[in-house]
Structures are given as C-alpha cells and as structure tokens.
C-alpha cells in the first residue's frame, strides 16, 4: 500500500447519473447525448472540466459478494450514465446559469431520469496514482451507500482514510477520483419533464472512479485477497457497493478549455 497517497482538491464537483429514455434505442441516446447535448454543457462558462462517464449496458455488479452488502445492480435502478463535471471554483455556477437552463430544456430530448449529487466544498479529491505513460484503458464506477445507523462523518472518515488507500494498495491504478455527497436534494436539479425520483433506501453518500490500464489488470483488481478484505471492513459501514462496468469515459472540457474533439 502507498505510504503516503498525493491528490488535488476540487473547489466543486456536480456527479450526475443519467437514465435514457426508453422509448428509443439505448444507442441512440447515448449518441445524442455525446453529441448533441454535450455541446450544450461544455459551453457553460466556468468549468475546469467536463466529463461524461458512459456505462456499459449490461451492469450486474463487479464487486465482490459480501454479506450484508448489496452489490448486485438492481435492473430498475440501473445508470446508463454519469455526468462529471468539476468547477473552476466555487463561484462558477453564477456564470453558467444562462447555458444551464438550455441544459434544463434539452434533458427531455434523451433522458428519462437524472440526479444531481454535490459533495461539500473542496472535498472531491483526483489522486496521483498513474505511472507516467500509463493511461486508463478500462474503468469502473462505484457508488456507495451509507449504512442506516452510521453516522456521516463516520462513514466518511472510514471512506477517505480506510477504504481509499486499502484500494490504492489493491492493483496498479491508472486513475482515482473520489467524492463524498452533501444529503440529496431534488431542488439542486429540478428539470423539467424528465424524472427525479430518487427514495431514502435508494440515495448514494460517496462515489469512486478506478481506472486501470487495460481489463485484464481490472479483473484481477476484483479477484484481488486486498480488495476482498476492504469488503469485509466496508460492510460495518455501508448497505450497498455499486461498480459499474465503465464503457467509455469521454472528456469534452479540460482546463476549463472545450476540446476540439472528445478525449477518451
């Protein structure tokens, strides 16, 4: 495990899961959302970045069965998608509030339900773990679920200095990206015709994002005696550990620059 584990802090950091709609092919939407509607969002003054996370169809779960964790994806509360999007500062979405409206308007053309979840000022964290030259071919995504009964800076406490590190430890990391979430609120994304349903027993408090050089090291970091053990300690504090398979991970904004095409 690294003694010592080197990250940067963002001022703000918007996570949005998005659901396509069902009443067109999947494929569709996932086009028109990195088309169409990622021009909309990169255009939004005051970004440092602007990423979407697109998520493979079939999602069952890659964290290893633990008991008394739900780690199984349930069918009907399945993402096909996670919007990143990281601020400047924390002033930042004064200024982008015109281009955020367009935003508003455009979710009912490809998506069926979306979620905003905010994590305090400066918590989010993106760590040094890639070694020069290796970039993330393949990645996971990973929601957690606080416990009933735990309290938050508990549950925090144990994600950050626990968790993160015992991760960082498990496999050689090409990517990670951490957020711990303030309490949900549907005031923080309202739009308009498109769902925001999202009950108690079904809310997230901290995600993850691993990336590794390619599936076969992504395998093994699942499979792995470290990450079996994280499990079991995990289980005292959280009901359920989420990780998606990661299709594509396309980054439209970076440096508060928007790029002439999208990075994968």
Do not use: C
Request: glycine share 6%; hydrophobic share 40%; net charge positive.
């Amino acid at each position: 495990m690294p003694h010592t584990l080197r990250y940067t802090k963002k001022p703000l950091v918007s996570s949005i899961p998005l659901w396509v709609r069902t009443d067109r092919p999947r494929r569709e939407g996932m086009d028109y959302w990195k088309g169409p509607h990622s021009g909309i969002i990169s255009a939004t003054p005051g970004l440092e970045e602007y990423r979407q996370i697109h998520l493979a169809e079939a999602n069952r779960g890659l964290w290893p069965a633990t008991d008394g964790v739900e780690t199984a994806i349930p069918p009907d509360r399945r993402i096909d998608g996670l919007a990143e999007v990281t601020m400047k500062s924390l002033l930042s979405p004064l200024s982008g509030r015109k281009q955020t409206k367009l935003a508003y308007a455009d979710e009912v053309n490809v998506f069926r339900r979306t979620l905003l979840y905010l994590g305090p000022p400066n918590s989010a964290r993106w760590y040094d773990v890639a070694a020069p030259g290796r970039q993330p071919r393949s990645r996971a995504l990973i929601y957690l679920r606080r416990r009933e009964g735990v309290s938050t800076a508990r549950f925090r406490r144990h994600f950050s200095e626990t968790l993160v590190p015992a991760l960082a430890g498990a496999g050689e990391l090409s990517e990670l990206r951490t957020q711990v979430f303030m309490p949900w609120s549907e005031r923080l994304w309202n739009t308009p015709s498109v769902a925001h349903d999202n009950p108690v027993e079904a809310r997230f408090h901290a995600s993850l994002v691993l990336g590794f050089t390619d599936e076969e090291a992504r395998r093994a970091f699942f499979a792995s005696d470290a990450v079996a053990r994280a499990s079991a300690g995990l289980a005292v504090f959280a009901s359920a550990v989420h990780a998606y398979d990661v299709a594509e991970a396309l980054t439209f904004v970076q440096g508060g620059r928007i790029l002439p095409h999208h990075l994968r």
